[in-house]
């Protein structure tokens, strides 16, 4: 855990005694042992090495890491320098531009770091994977830990912006504290397969900056 924040080590300090976590960690001992993995053990803990508790701004949810090679940074979405992007990326970026009505183009990289850095906290439910074997690390443990970083995140902030993006990310609600003034917004998934549906055309983007504006704080450079 040493890559952690400590201020997230000093909020999950009690999870990691509990014996879902010293299971889990005992599972992907074996799994990083006998398989390949993603994303490098090194980066499993990166959303939150990159995004402080005290700069935290807004949470977007995952699902599970990208199971293809060289594509899983550790942060949900985001893929490192160099590496094609991911068709929900893509639209991702399609999305920003069109929110903040930006020239039509790609960034040069896929890595979303410089938003992690902003206050971004680019969480999955489920930090790693096996490869080429999507959801393969479901009810390892990792739901358990995740969750309580929304938990932790609702009770003990204010004015948090939620991006729930997809129904998997959508049934998180429950663990979101209403009484906290927490901006939640819910659309259909990046996916090829459902960005139609809501998510291009949502602005949330935008609408996540003028919230941040209207509470005082700084804005995300998203582009």
Known sequence: MQNTNFDWNFLLKDEYHKPYFIKLLKTLKIEYHHFICFPKQENIFSCLKYCSFQKLKVVILGQDPYYKDHQADGLCFSVSDGIPFPPSLKNIFIEVNHSLNLEKKFPYSGSLIHWAKQ??????????????????????????????????????KQNIVFLLWGKYAQKKISLINFLHNHYVLQTSHPSPFSAHMGFLGSKHFKKTNDFLKRIGKKTIFWH
């Open 119 to 156: 206050g971004v906290l680019l969480l999955n439910s489920i930090l790693t994977v096996r490869k080429g074997v999507p959801m393969s690390h479901k009810n390892i443990g990792w739901e358990f830990f995740t969750d309580q970083i929304i938990r932790t995140v609702s009770n003990r």
